[in-house]
Every structure is written in C-alpha cells, then in structure tokens.
C-alpha cells in the first residue's frame, strides 16, 4: 500500500478557486507542506497557496514518490495532466486580466510599434490594452490570428485547468490508467501543452 499527501491551493477569486493541488510522498501534512515549501508553495494562518499564488519565483515541480510514477517511458497520465494543470495556470495567472477582445474593424492605434496592425485588446472597450499585435491591418492571416488570441483568453484557460483537474482526479483514482474517451482527450490536451520546443 502506497501513500501520498496532496496540497490543495485555498486561493478563492470570487467564485473560483485555485485548481492547482501538488501530490507528495509526504506521510504527514508537515511533511508535504516541508515538501512544497522546497518548490514554492507557502502555508500561511492554517492555509495552502501554490507557487503561483503566493507569488513565489521557484518553478512549479511535483514531488512523488519515485516508485510507480512512470509506466514504461512515459509519466503517469495523472501526472502529466497535473503538471499541465499547473504550467497552464501560472500563464494564465501572469497573462493581462480581463476579457479580451478582437474587433476586425480597428486597427492598433495607440502608443507602441504597432500602429496599423490588427491587435487583441484587453480592459475596457474604449481604452484597450493591446494584448498582442498579429501583423498589418486588413491581411487575412493577422485577422485570423487575433480571432484566435482572444477566444483562448484567460478565463478561457482557467476553465481548460478545471478540466485537466476533474481529468486528474479520475485518472488518479486509477492509480495513472486512463479508462475513457474524455479523460483520454484531456489527456491529449495535457501532452500538447507539455511539448517540448522541438516539438511544436
């Protein structure tokens, strides 16, 4: 028999909470919280917070026991889809806030190198912030492009990190063997924000 303590992020924003939860090979709470603390996360008046949440500089990392973490080559499905849930919300979590927008009939033109360019704005309609600048005003591909930024926007993302966790916590409970169709997918999801540079 195997046992594991998981920290569980009690960052609440309105009515959302963190996702983010670190599984250890702690056999106490202290002992997963000396676990986390080593990587970034904070435990303040009775609470937990991720390293993203605390404002920590440390990169995120899981800690597991060693035995039983990898299934051949390859890290456990419930593993790999956990360490996306938490790369995922740390770029959410340090992507500009608000809803972002794109609107196909303005052009960039505001302070910056971007004047005349097709740009995803972010705050409030009348006085955007330019989120990113997709190239010249009116080419078909820069328009494409900033349709794309602003429907995977960052309430976009915390919503794609709750799906990694509902798919984390099933695949968990199976001790890393993934026995649906959805739960397979989020794990297809994981893996493609887990590619490697050479491999975009």
């Known amino acids: 028999m195997s046992t594991s303590v998981t920290l569980h992020c009690n960052t609440t924003r309105g ?70 849930e938490t790369t995922l919300l740390a770029l959410v979590n340090g992507a500009t806030a608000g809803r972002w927008r794109y609107n196909p009939e303005r052009m960039w033109n505001g302070p910056g190198p971007h004047f005349g360019e097709e740009f995803v704005g972010a705050g409030p309609v009348d006085r955007p912030v330019c989120v990113a600048a997709t190239g010249l005003a009116d080419n078909p591909q820069g328009m494409a492009d900033a349709a794309y930024i602003a429907a995977v926007d960052p309430d976009v993302g915390r919503a794609v990190t709750a799906v990694l966790h509902e798919a984390f916590e099933t695949v968990h409970q199976e001790h890393g063997l993934v026995e649906s169709s959805l739960a397979q997918a989020a794990v297809d999801l994981a893996d493609a924000i887990l590619r490697e540079e050479g491999e975009r």
């Open 15 to 84: 009515f959302s909470t963190c996702a983010t939860s670190l599984i250890t090979d702690g056999l106490t709470i202290d002992e997963a919280r000396a676990i986390g603390s080593v990587h970034g996360w904070r435990h303040v008046n009775g609470r937990d917070y991720c390293p993203a949440c605390s404002g920590s500089s440390i990169k995120p990392r899981l800690i597991v026991a060693v035995n039983g973490t990898e299934l051949g080559d390859r890290v456990r499905a419930d593993l790999r889809l956990q360490t996306a």
